[in-house]
């Protein structure tokens, strides 16, 4: 031991690594704080993620139950001009039937 240290270096020293000891801990603290809100930020980008899509899957059931509601509409729309259009017919047929009636009741048929 060519040269020893003397208390005073020693001391200085030690306070030299006390400083850079709590300078690390506070980059530490910035640190771990910086983290928790990534991780927050994160969990709420999840849980934003998982209700777009429940929304998503929401929307397609309400365009399939909207889809099956004009079908059914098309159907009783239908249904109403095929009775009417029916309805119609045998009008027609029974104006058709007097007329021939009375047309065969003039000739003497």
């Given at each position: 031991m060519d040269n020893p240290v003397t208390h005073r270096e020693l001391e200085q020293f030690k306070e030299l690594m006390e400083s850079e000891n709590d300078r690390?801990?506070?980059?530490n603290d910035r640190q771990n704080h910086r983290i928790n809100n990534l991780e927050e930020s994160i969990k709420e980008i999840s849980n934003l993620t998982a209700a777009t899509q429940k929304l998503a899957d929401n929307m397609e059931n309400m365009l399939k139950v909207q889809e099956q509601q004009n079908n059914?509409?098309?159907?009783?729309?239908?249904?109403?001009?095929?009775?009417w259009r029916k309805?119609?017919?045998?009008v027609g047929t029974a104006i058709l039937g007097a007329a021939l009636a009375i047309i065969f009741a003039k000739i003497g048929l």
């Open positions: 690390l801990k506070e980059e059914r509409l098309v159907q009783i729309e239908n249904r109403d001009g095929e009775k309805a119609m017919a045998y």
